[in-house]
């Protein structure tokens, strides 16, 4: 009847104009959404001549990538890496903002922002980054990729034979890191058994490290043993410098051996 067929008509109009509204709403919300890593999602690249990178950067996750397309974000769940010519960041968490090119990582948290442990008892998945030969381990690294800018905190570095532990650490350009209430020590531990406690410490790469009033700790206990500043070379390869005395134990009691100046003779 006609009745019939003006309901059919009406009908796969409505269909039709249901089906376009979806086909238009469902790429914004599938690229906002959480969802499984694959090859295609793993590299950025500069695909404009006013993009800071020169090089494409590679990022990838274990668990998922989620994408903000208004904003412009890429957010790495599970053993995160971001890397960028010879600069790498490994964390559990990566966010990594593409307009203003700034990592920000951190290890594992609960949903109530507490560190995650192992069975051990170590953080999972904290921070650690590579910027060529130098490495640190951190609880927390913002890096801007433009300026090769960074904060860090809680970090651990190795510089030559030496250790340096600090609560906050930045980079500056021409990689030249500058260190707040830090540790100098040649003790491998992770909490060393003696150090130069300084307020502040000058790392210069291949050439020198600078620190302002320190004073030495043994055991956790301060010893009456300080100075104004101190300059510590910091090149491969045989230098003169201070030597840091070590740490021990005795039947006579605790000492400090082998400290002094040592003199780097040519041949």
């Known amino acids: 009847t006609l009745k019939t067929r003006i309901v059919i008509f009406f009908t796969i109009a409505m269909l039709i104009s249901v089906a376009r509204v979806f086909a238009q709403v469902m790429p914004s919300q599938t690229a906002d959404s959480i969802r499984q890593l694959t090859d295609a999602d793993t590299v950025i690249t500069a695909n404009s001549?006013?993009?800071?990178?020169?090089?494409?950067?590679?990022?990838?996750?274990?668990?998922?990538?989620?994408?903000?397309?208004?904003?412009?974000?890429?957010?790495l769940?599970?053993?995160?890496?971001?890397?960028?010519?010879?600069?790498?960041?490994n964390a559990e968490y990566i966010e990594f903002d593409m307009v203003r090119n700034i990592a920000f990582s951190i290890g594992a948290r609960d949903s109530s922002g507490n560190v995650l442990v192992d069975s051990t008892g170590m953080p999972i998945g904290d921070p650690v980054f590579a910027d060529g030969e130098k490495t640190f381990d951190a609880k927390e690294i913002t890096y801007n990729f433009e300026t090769k800018k960074g904060k860090i905190r809680e970090v651990t570095t190795?510089?030559?034979?030496?250790?340096?532990?600090?609560?906050?650490?930045?980079?500056?350009?021409?990689?030249?890191?500058?260190?707040?209430?830090?540790?100098?020590?040649?003790?491998?531990?992770?909490h060393p058994h003696f150090h130069l406690k300084a307020s502040k410490i000058k790392i210069i790469p291949d050439d020198k490290i600078i620190c302002g009033?320190?004073?030495?700790?043994?055991?956790?206990?301060?010893?009456?043993l300080g100075i104004p500043f101190g300059v510590f070379p910091n090149k491969k390869g045989r230098k003169s410098g201070?030597?840091?005395?070590?740490?021990?134990?005795?039947?006579?009691?605790?000492?400090?051996?082998?400290?002094?100046?040592y003199f780097g003779i040519s041949d």
């Open 242 to 261: 201070v030597l840091i005395p070590a740490y021990g134990e005795s039947k006579l009691g605790f000492f400090l051996k082998d400290g002094g100046y």
């Open 77 to 89: 769940f599970g053993e995160a890496q971001v890397v960028y010519e010879d600069m790498k960041l």
């Open 49 to 75: 001549s006013n993009s800071a990178f020169k090089s494409k950067v590679v990022y990838s996750a274990r668990d998922s990538v989620r994408f903000d397309v208004d904003n412009q974000k890429v957010f």
């Open 158 to 190: 190795r510089e030559g034979e030496a250790f340096i532990h600090a609560k906050d650490a930045k980079k500056d350009t021409g990689d030249v890191y500058y260190i707040k209430n830090g540790r100098y020590t040649t003790c491998d531990f992770a």
């Open 213 to 224: 009033p320190a004073y030495l700790v043994a055991e956790d206990v301060p010893v009456p």
